[in-house]
């Protein structure tokens, strides 16, 4: 009946936490509350999600411009460590050079 109406149910897939927003680590200002952009390299944002593989979860963290929303860093990881997001950043720093920048993150701990 459902395909002769051409619908589909839902699957209901499995919730997984990936954020702990209870912490006692120092809540940070927001520097780009009010800042108006006007070019690359003013402000980067960071960022790390998960990506699911055959065997597993690999980490993937990521640096974007936020002028021009684009990609100018990233690092793929097997654990979520601090470690990753440093590299992280000291790769893209190094490849673009440039200094005088706001970095922005979600103020999770693997970015203190």
Not at 29 to 43: A, M, P, W
Not at 49 to 68: C, P
């Amino acid at each position: 009946m459902m395909k002769e109406l051409g619908i589909q149910g839902r699957i209901k897939r499995k919730y997984i936490a990936t954020t702990n927003s209870k912490h006692n680590n120092r809540i940070y200002s927001n520097l780009i509350k009010d800042k108006e952009l006007t070019g690359i390299n003013q402000v980067w944002f960071a960022d790390i999600t998960y990506i699911r593989i055959l065997n597993g979860f690999v980490y993937l963290a990521a640096i974007l411009d936020i002028y021009s929303r684009k990609i100018v860093g990233y690092a793929i990881g097997k654990t979520l460590f601090p470690k990753l997001a440093i590299t992280t950043l000291n790769m893209t720093i190094a490849a673009r050079k440039t200094d005088n920048l706001i970095h922005h993150s979600d103020q999770r701990s693997k970015f203190l």
